[in-house]
């Protein structure tokens, strides 16, 4: 380590160097015996807790693993293993096919390696399967397409919303954040209304590939068609349509080109473990840039074509759906209707997928990082919920006060909850009592008081929405969450 490299960022260097120090001493001990228990224990992160390390039984950890590559559904498995493969020459056909849109190889890539990381807050225990992509040789290829596949995501979203706009039927349930769902439920005053959470639990492993093509083929047809191009640029991060594919400074796309490119990616998911070489032959891979994206919007078709097939001005659903939201994998929905919707699921999702219901009473539930209530008048209460709340154990969420991490980025994350949990708490109650953890929070990993309840201070007054919502002055609001800190 480069001692004269540390930087001032507003902390004692001195102080800052010997605890370097020290840290190095603790960990040049500790070395031997982090050595020894991986003989016998895997460490990992932990599933929405990256910054705390899970340690597993290394036979326990195994069988997940074996599990997982084993997995198989009556259309086969998902992932084969290939023992005549040539890694290198894998490799070089990666690079060639990356080369071939002018976009640069990764330097020195490599073919991933797939783990496994604990999600402690299932019961039981289950994994999350990733197939590690930062210098993966097919890395450059899918931020290309995902920078693509998200400005498709937008015209999409504009062209169904547009559709609405005449019928009032909502086609498009994918959102980015949980912005538009609070605005929604908002409005809601029915004593009837239950709430259905789900997630499909076999997304990224047993849907076929053919059908992700098929979904993803369509929506590409349909949006060029809609902008009246055949032809998409890429210049540095942004993205366009080329009516005349007349853009020289850029990297040009035709329609066929990105479906090409989604089939070469679907196909060349390769990763190692165990020494052994294995080929995703089903699912979307977990772990590369683009997987979000093609899963999100291979469902987003899958519900935009059932939509507007059966779904009619006049159905029992067609007003319902509009209180209809999907991040990803994650599915909500909130209606007087419920039962209707569920049985419609089984129709407008392909039969490799499984929906599995996460909420166990219809009138509450937790999505993303919202917790949902209806209450008996029938209005909605939502406020902030942490997946990591509900873990056994501390979970480590924001830089230590004496870290090298600069103190202003502690601070800004600080601002940035207090503004989450504004936008997600109905009641002023649960905004104090949120807030007031999160302050807590700061206290305990040595923040000094003076620091945390100035930066509590400007976040209310540059933020005056806080008090309109609540009207609450702002003085009135720091000084309730200072009370009981």
Request: aromatic share 12%; with cysteine.
């Amino acid at each position: 380590m480069q001692y004269v490299d540390i930087l001032d960022h507003g902390k004692d260097k001195t102080e800052l160097l010997q605890k370097e120090l020290l840290w190095i001493r603790a960990l040049n001990t500790a070395y031997p015996k982090v050595a020894e228990l991986h003989r016998d224990f895997v460490i990992t992160m932990v599933d929405k807790a990256s910054g705390n390390y899970a340690i597993t039984c290394k036979q326990l950890y195994l069988q997940f693993m074996e599990k997982e590559l084993n997995t198989q559904s009556t259309d086969g498995k998902t992932y084969e293993i290939k023992d005549q493969a040539d890694p290198v020459n894998i490799k070089i056909n990666h690079e060639k096919f990356t080369r071939s849109f002018g976009i640069p190889p990764q330097t020195e890539g490599n073919l991933p390696k797939i783990y496994g990381i604990p999600k402690m807050h299932k019961n039981p225990i289950k994994f999350r399967f990733i197939t590690g992509a930062h210098d993966s040789t097919l890395k450059p290829l899918s931020v290309e397409l995902q920078r693509i596949l998200r400005f498709l995501h937008g015209h999409f979203r504009r062209y169904c919303n547009n559709i609405t706009s005449h019928d009032k039927i909502n086609r498009f349930f994918s959102i980015q954040n949980t912005f538009r769902v609070v605005q929604q439920l908002s409005t809601i005053q029915n004593k009837n209304s239950k709430i259905f959470c789900a997630d499909f639990s076999s997304l990224f492993t047993n849907l076929p590939h053919d059908v992700v093509k098929e979904k993803i083929y369509y929506l590409f047809d349909l949006m060029f068609k809609n902008a009246g191009s055949d032809y998409i640029v890429v210049q540095g991060t942004n993205v366009k349509y080329d009516r005349n594919n007349s853009n020289t400074s850029g990297r040009s796309y035709h329609k066929n080109d990105l479906k090409g490119i989604v089939d070469f990616i679907l196909r060349n998911s390769f990763a190692y473990y165990g020494g052994k070489l294995y080929q995703q032959r089903r699912g979307i891979p977990q772990g590369n840039n683009a997987s979000p994206q093609i899963a999100d919007l291979t469902l987003a078709v899958m519900e935009y074509q059932y939509i507007r097939n059966n779904i009619r001005i006049g159905h029992t659903l067609s007003f319902s759906l509009n209180r209809t939201f999907r991040y990803i994998d994650d599915l909500f929905h909130i209606s007087d209707k419920t039962d209707e919707f569920m049985r419609i699921t089984t129709d407008m999702y392909h039969h490799s997928l499984t929906l599995e219901q996460t909420n166990t009473s219809p009138k509450e539930s937790a999505f993303l990082d919202m917790s949902v209530t209806v209450t008996n008048t029938g209005k909605v209460q939502t406020s902030l919920y942490n997946k990591t709340d509900d873990y056994s154990f501390s979970v480590v969420r924001y830089p230590h006060y004496e870290s090298n991490i600069p103190i202003s980025m502690g601070l800004n994350t600080l601002h940035g909850e207090i503004i989450r949990i504004f936008r997600n708490c109905s009641l002023f109650e649960h905004f104090l009592e949120r807030t007031r953890q999160v302050a807590h929070y700061f206290l305990q990993i040595q923040y000094p008081k003076e620091i945390v309840y100035s930066r509590l201070y400007s976040t209310l007054n540059r933020t005056p929405a806080i008090s309109l919502k609540y009207a609450v002055c702002n003085n009135d609001i720091c000084m309730r969450i200072i009370e009981k800190l």
